[in-house]
């Protein structure tokens, strides 16, 4: 199985801070890499499919970068509803997640 | 509009068993491969399970496999999983997901359906 390594798995920031998010897999997983959004209480929301592209109707301060073992994502200036918490997943042949990362406002 | 409605969870002792549902509306859902998706109190996401679009092939997490199934209905519009010899462990909010159909990925999720495993 493949293993998804998230960290931090907690950060905060402030307002109109750019925030960063790694995750790096276990073995090489091209570009089969999404990431979403959950807030407390809700579905997981997808925002990045394949390691860069934003989901439609997903704001442009995300992105995604990365391919083979290592991944980023970013928002370019946290806003106040972007509090959640925010996995990776590996979509190779069956998917796994990361642990998560929880953001707050400092 | 897509939807994703999911029933069935409740309160069920240690070795009991359990049947999920999660009707699908706003697409074609014959058409696309579905998910189960599962999360422990204050805790991550888990990958449970997976049925492709006619049902012929199914995958499991090595920690359901043998004791959960899943099965579609396409005139019914609805995906279940099927839980048996059910752990206090399987405690979890469960969510149904859509496989994108273009990329690797779960593109919409149902509310969750809560699954508590006590006695």
């Known amino acids: 199985d493949i293993q998804m390594t998230q960290s931090p798995s907690s950060l905060s920031a402030s307002v109109g801070d750019r925030v960063t998010i790694t995750c790096q897999a276990s073995q090489d997983i091209s570009n089969y890499l999404n990431w979403y959004q959950q807030k407390p209480g809700k579905a997981p929301k997808l925002l990045i499919y394949d390691a860069s592209n934003l989901e439609t109707g997903v704001p442009s301060r995300f992105s995604g970068s990365g391919s083979g073992t290592d991944f980023t994502f970013t928002i370019s200036s946290l806003q106040p509803e972007d509090i959640a918490t925010y996995y990776c997943?590996?979509?190779?042949?069956?998917?796994?997640f990361g642990g998560g990362t929880k953001v707050e406002i400092k | 509009e897509v939807q994703l409605v999911e029933s069935g969870g409740g309160l069920v002792q240690p070795g009991g068993s359990l049947r999920l549902s999660c009707a699908a509306s706003g697409f074609t859902f014959s058409s696309y491969w579905m998910h189960w998706v599962r999360q422990a109190p204050g805790k991550g996401l888990v990958w449970v399970s997976r049925?492709?679009?006619?049902?012929?092939?199914?995958s499991y997490a090595d920690s359901v496999k043998g004791r959960f199934t899943i099965s579609r209905d396409n005139a019914k519009n609805t995906l279940y999983l099927q839980m048996n010899s059910l752990r206090a462990e399987d405690t979890a909010v469960y969510y149904c997901?859509?496989?994108?159909?273009?990329?690797?990925?779960?593109?919409?999720w149902g509310q969750g359906t809560l699954v508590t495993v006590s006695s």
């Open positions: 997901a859509r496989n994108s159909g273009w990329h690797r990925a779960l593109d919409y």
């Open positions: 997943q590996q979509y190779d042949n069956l998917p796994t």
């Open positions: 049925i492709n679009s006619d049902g012929s092939s199914t």
